[in-house]
């Protein structure tokens, strides 16, 4: 699926089972929640903080699919081509950072 497919498949997705899309200010808010969530998985499997009852069963991937939800659900209501972006985002980087991660030593240690 393309990233253009799936900004389709969530517009159809919301005409079918929503009622409309929530306004810009609460998918903002729901977008945050969901990058919490994932932030919750990453700092218990990945850092120092121990699991809470709460926490078993969370998984990640389903988590970050709800971020990448919502996100496209803001592109779509504000009208961007999110495909577009990304590649015009991917080739700006291509030509900032050609050089650059590669001569940081930080990176090597």
Not at 28 to 53: N, W
């Amino acid at each position: 699926m393309t990233i253009t497919q799936a900004q389709k498949f969530v517009d159809d997705w919301i005409q079918e089972h929503g009622v409309r899309y929530f306004n810009e200010l609460t998918n903002m808010t729901m977008l945050t929640e969901e990058v919490g969530e994932v932030a919750r998985i990453i700092a218990r499997r990945y850092g120092e903080q121990s699991f809470k009852k709460t926490d078993k069963g969370k998984d990640l991937a389903e988590e970050l699919a709800d971020v990448l939800f919502v996100l496209i659900c803001l592109a779509n209501q504000t009208g961007i081509d999110l495909q577009k972006a990304f590649l015009k985002n991917i080739e700006k980087k291509g030509k900032r950072d050609k050089y650059r991660h590669k001569k940081n030593r930080k990176l090597r240690e």
